[in-house]
Protein backbone atom coordinates (compact mmCIF):
# COMPACT_ATOMS: atom_id res chain seq x y z
CA UNK A 1 0.00 0.00 0.00
CA UNK A 2 1.24 3.62 -0.79
CA UNK A 3 0.96 5.08 2.81
CA UNK A 4 1.27 8.98 3.51
CA UNK A 5 3.09 10.70 6.22
CA UNK A 6 1.91 13.93 7.63
CA UNK A 7 2.18 15.78 11.17
CA UNK A 8 -0.10 15.44 13.70
CA UNK A 9 -0.65 19.07 13.68
CA UNK A 10 0.13 22.39 13.10
CA UNK A 11 -0.54 26.12 14.24
CA UNK A 12 -0.57 29.25 11.79
CA UNK A 13 -1.30 32.61 12.45
CA UNK A 14 -4.40 34.01 10.48
CA UNK A 15 -3.50 35.66 7.22
CA UNK A 16 -0.07 34.36 7.15
CA UNK A 17 0.83 31.56 4.47
CA UNK A 18 0.83 27.71 5.49
CA UNK A 19 2.76 25.41 4.10
CA UNK A 20 1.74 21.43 5.28
CA UNK A 21 3.97 18.83 4.40
CA UNK A 22 3.74 15.29 3.25
CA UNK A 23 6.12 12.21 2.58
CA UNK A 24 4.88 9.67 0.48
CA UNK A 25 8.50 7.91 -0.08
CA UNK A 26 6.77 4.53 -1.74
CA UNK A 27 4.70 6.31 -4.41
CA UNK A 28 4.90 4.88 -7.54
CA UNK A 29 4.65 6.60 -11.29
CA UNK A 30 1.28 6.41 -11.52
CA UNK A 31 -0.35 7.65 -8.12
CA UNK A 32 -2.39 10.91 -8.13
CA UNK A 33 -1.32 13.48 -4.92
CA UNK A 34 -5.27 14.36 -3.72
CA UNK A 35 -5.67 16.57 -0.85
CA UNK A 36 -8.69 17.14 1.41
CA UNK A 37 -10.22 18.81 4.10
CA UNK A 38 -12.63 18.10 6.98
CA UNK A 39 -14.20 20.62 8.96
CA UNK A 40 -15.84 19.39 12.18
CA UNK A 41 -19.37 18.27 11.20
CA UNK A 42 -18.56 17.92 7.43
CA UNK A 43 -17.58 15.41 5.46
CA UNK A 44 -14.53 15.83 3.56
CA UNK A 45 -13.75 18.76 1.12
CA UNK A 46 -11.87 18.05 -2.22
CA UNK A 47 -8.78 20.71 -2.25
CA UNK A 48 -6.54 20.15 -4.92
CA UNK A 49 -4.58 16.91 -6.78
CA UNK A 50 -2.09 16.32 -9.02
CA UNK A 51 0.71 13.76 -10.84
CA UNK A 52 3.71 15.32 -11.39
CA UNK A 53 3.31 19.31 -11.28
CA UNK A 54 2.53 21.83 -9.31
CA UNK A 55 -1.18 22.44 -9.26
CA UNK A 56 -2.76 26.07 -8.62
CA UNK A 57 -6.49 26.27 -7.70
CA UNK A 58 -8.31 29.50 -6.22
CA UNK A 59 -8.15 27.25 -2.78
CA UNK A 60 -4.77 26.59 -2.72
CA UNK A 61 -1.04 25.35 -4.32
CA UNK A 62 0.56 21.87 -4.56
CA UNK A 63 3.68 21.91 -4.76
CA UNK A 64 5.17 18.05 -5.69
CA UNK A 65 8.91 17.74 -5.42
CA UNK A 66 10.82 16.40 -8.28
CA UNK A 67 11.16 12.67 -7.04
CA UNK A 68 7.38 12.87 -6.39
CA UNK A 69 8.60 11.87 -2.92
CA UNK A 70 6.77 14.12 -0.96
CA UNK A 71 4.46 16.93 -1.55
CA UNK A 72 3.49 20.57 0.31
CA UNK A 73 0.02 22.20 0.42
CA UNK A 74 0.43 26.06 0.59
CA UNK A 75 -2.79 27.98 1.94
CA UNK A 76 -1.24 31.30 0.62
CA UNK A 77 -3.45 33.23 3.18
CA UNK A 78 -4.67 31.31 6.13
CA UNK A 79 -7.95 32.46 8.12
CA UNK A 80 -10.09 31.11 10.51
CA UNK A 81 -12.58 28.84 8.27
CA UNK A 82 -9.17 27.10 7.48
CA UNK A 83 -8.80 25.29 10.32
CA UNK A 84 -9.47 22.12 9.50
CA UNK A 85 -7.68 18.11 9.50
CA UNK A 86 -5.94 17.96 6.13
CA UNK A 87 -5.58 14.56 4.71
CA UNK A 88 -3.08 13.94 1.91
CA UNK A 89 -3.61 10.82 0.53
CA UNK A 90 -2.30 9.31 -2.81
CA UNK A 91 -4.61 7.48 -4.78
CA UNK A 92 -3.46 4.68 -6.56
CA UNK A 93 -3.50 4.24 -10.51
CA UNK A 94 -5.55 1.51 -10.28
CA UNK A 95 -7.72 2.92 -8.20
CA UNK A 96 -8.03 -0.40 -6.38
CA UNK A 97 -7.75 1.36 -3.06
CA UNK A 98 -10.36 4.38 -3.55
CA UNK A 99 -8.62 7.03 -1.71
CA UNK A 100 -7.25 5.72 1.14
CA UNK A 101 -7.45 8.39 4.18
CA UNK A 102 -4.33 8.48 6.72
CA UNK A 103 -4.69 10.45 10.51
CA UNK A 104 -4.02 13.80 8.76
CA UNK A 105 -2.54 16.97 9.85
CA UNK A 106 -4.76 19.13 12.10
CA UNK A 107 -4.38 22.66 11.58
CA UNK A 108 -4.90 24.83 13.85
CA UNK A 109 -5.12 28.87 13.28
CA UNK A 110 -4.55 31.45 15.69
CA UNK A 111 -6.46 34.73 15.23
CA UNK B 1 -25.85 22.19 -8.88
CA UNK B 2 -27.22 20.28 -5.81
CA UNK B 3 -24.87 18.41 -3.48
CA UNK B 4 -24.40 14.67 -2.38
CA UNK B 5 -27.58 13.88 -0.27
CA UNK B 6 -27.58 11.11 1.88
CA UNK B 7 -30.46 9.63 4.06
CA UNK B 8 -30.83 9.25 6.57
CA UNK B 9 -28.94 11.23 8.57
CA UNK B 10 -29.04 10.03 11.85
CA UNK B 11 -30.25 6.25 12.54
CA UNK B 12 -30.06 3.79 15.57
CA UNK B 13 -30.44 -0.41 15.24
CA UNK B 14 -29.76 -3.12 17.47
CA UNK B 15 -27.08 -5.36 17.14
CA UNK B 16 -28.27 -8.29 14.57
CA UNK B 17 -30.29 -5.62 12.49
CA UNK B 18 -29.73 -4.81 8.60
CA UNK B 19 -29.37 -0.97 7.52
CA UNK B 20 -29.89 0.42 3.80
CA UNK B 21 -28.46 3.59 3.43
CA UNK B 22 -28.76 5.60 0.59
CA UNK B 23 -27.02 8.07 -1.38
CA UNK B 24 -28.10 10.77 -4.52
CA UNK B 25 -24.84 11.96 -6.44
CA UNK B 26 -24.30 15.24 -8.25
CA UNK B 27 -26.40 15.35 -11.07
CA UNK B 28 -24.21 14.11 -14.14
CA UNK B 29 -21.49 12.31 -11.49
CA UNK B 30 -21.96 8.05 -12.76
CA UNK B 31 -19.19 7.02 -9.76
CA UNK B 32 -20.49 7.01 -6.17
CA UNK B 33 -18.00 6.12 -3.90
CA UNK B 34 -18.71 4.92 0.23
CA UNK B 35 -16.12 5.26 3.44
CA UNK B 36 -16.71 4.42 6.53
CA UNK B 37 -15.50 7.17 9.05
CA UNK B 38 -14.79 6.00 13.16
CA UNK B 39 -12.57 8.21 15.98
CA UNK B 40 -10.42 5.11 15.83
CA UNK B 41 -9.96 3.92 12.33
CA UNK B 42 -10.24 7.33 10.71
CA UNK B 43 -11.77 7.08 7.10
CA UNK B 44 -11.44 3.95 5.55
CA UNK B 45 -12.88 3.10 1.39
CA UNK B 46 -15.56 0.72 1.55
CA UNK B 47 -16.52 -0.02 -2.61
CA UNK B 48 -17.22 2.21 -5.63
CA UNK B 49 -19.24 1.96 -7.99
CA UNK B 50 -19.59 3.25 -11.62
CA UNK B 51 -22.13 3.47 -13.75
CA UNK B 52 -23.68 0.31 -11.96
CA UNK B 53 -20.81 -2.03 -11.39
CA UNK B 54 -18.64 -1.77 -8.75
CA UNK B 55 -15.15 -1.26 -9.77
CA UNK B 56 -13.42 -0.92 -6.85
CA UNK B 57 -13.75 -2.09 -3.43
CA UNK B 58 -12.01 -2.06 0.50
CA UNK B 59 -10.87 -4.30 2.65
CA UNK B 60 -14.43 -5.12 4.23
CA UNK B 61 -16.27 -8.46 5.22
CA UNK B 62 -18.95 -9.33 3.09
CA UNK B 63 -22.13 -8.14 5.53
CA UNK B 64 -21.24 -4.34 3.49
CA UNK B 65 -22.61 -4.29 0.27
CA UNK B 66 -24.21 -1.75 -2.70
CA UNK B 67 -25.92 -0.80 -5.54
CA UNK B 68 -25.52 1.43 -7.51
CA UNK B 69 -29.03 2.48 -9.69
CA UNK B 70 -29.49 3.17 -13.40
CA UNK B 71 -29.82 6.91 -12.33
CA UNK B 72 -26.53 6.78 -10.21
CA UNK B 73 -28.01 6.79 -6.65
CA UNK B 74 -26.58 4.07 -4.65
CA UNK B 75 -27.48 2.30 -1.67
CA UNK B 76 -25.12 0.75 0.77
CA UNK B 77 -26.32 -2.60 3.21
CA UNK B 78 -25.13 -3.80 6.16
CA UNK B 79 -25.92 -7.19 6.99
CA UNK B 80 -25.65 -8.30 10.68
CA UNK B 81 -24.92 -5.32 12.46
CA UNK B 82 -22.30 -5.33 15.25
CA UNK B 83 -21.28 -2.52 18.14
CA UNK B 84 -18.42 -2.04 15.91
CA UNK B 85 -20.29 -0.68 12.93
CA UNK B 86 -21.17 2.63 14.54
CA UNK B 87 -19.63 5.13 12.84
CA UNK B 88 -20.12 7.78 10.28
CA UNK B 89 -20.74 6.98 6.62
CA UNK B 90 -20.03 8.95 3.78
CA UNK B 91 -20.70 8.58 -0.05
CA UNK B 92 -18.98 10.78 -2.17
CA UNK B 93 -19.60 11.04 -6.20
CA UNK B 94 -17.21 11.85 -8.93
CA UNK B 95 -17.78 12.86 -12.67
CA UNK B 96 -14.54 10.67 -13.47
CA UNK B 97 -14.41 8.39 -10.58
CA UNK B 98 -11.21 6.94 -9.24
CA UNK B 99 -8.26 7.51 -9.40
CA UNK B 100 -8.24 10.96 -10.80
CA UNK B 101 -11.41 12.37 -9.82
CA UNK B 102 -12.13 14.94 -7.37
CA UNK B 103 -14.92 13.82 -4.53
CA UNK B 104 -17.56 15.42 -3.68
CA UNK B 105 -18.51 14.11 -0.13
CA UNK B 106 -22.22 13.93 1.29
CA UNK B 107 -22.99 15.11 5.00
CA UNK B 108 -22.78 11.33 5.91
CA UNK B 109 -25.45 8.99 7.81
CA UNK B 110 -24.33 8.44 11.58
CA UNK B 111 -25.24 5.00 12.71
CA UNK B 112 -25.52 3.84 16.29
CA UNK B 113 -25.59 -0.10 16.76
CA UNK B 114 -27.08 -0.75 20.54
Known amino acids: DAKTTQPNSMESNEEEPVHLPCNHSTISGTDYIHWYRQLPSQGPEYVIH???SNVNNRMASLAIAEDRKSSTLILHRATLRDAAVYYCILSLGGGADGLTFGKGTHLIIQP | KAGVTQTPRYLIKTRGQQVTLSCSPI?????VSWYQQTPGQGLQFLFE???????NKGNFPGRFSGRQFSNSRSEMNVSTLELGDSALYLCASSLEGLPRGKQFFGPGTRLTVL
Open chain 1, 50 to 52: GLT
Open chain 2, 49 to 55: YFSETQR
Open chain 2, 27 to 31: SGHRS
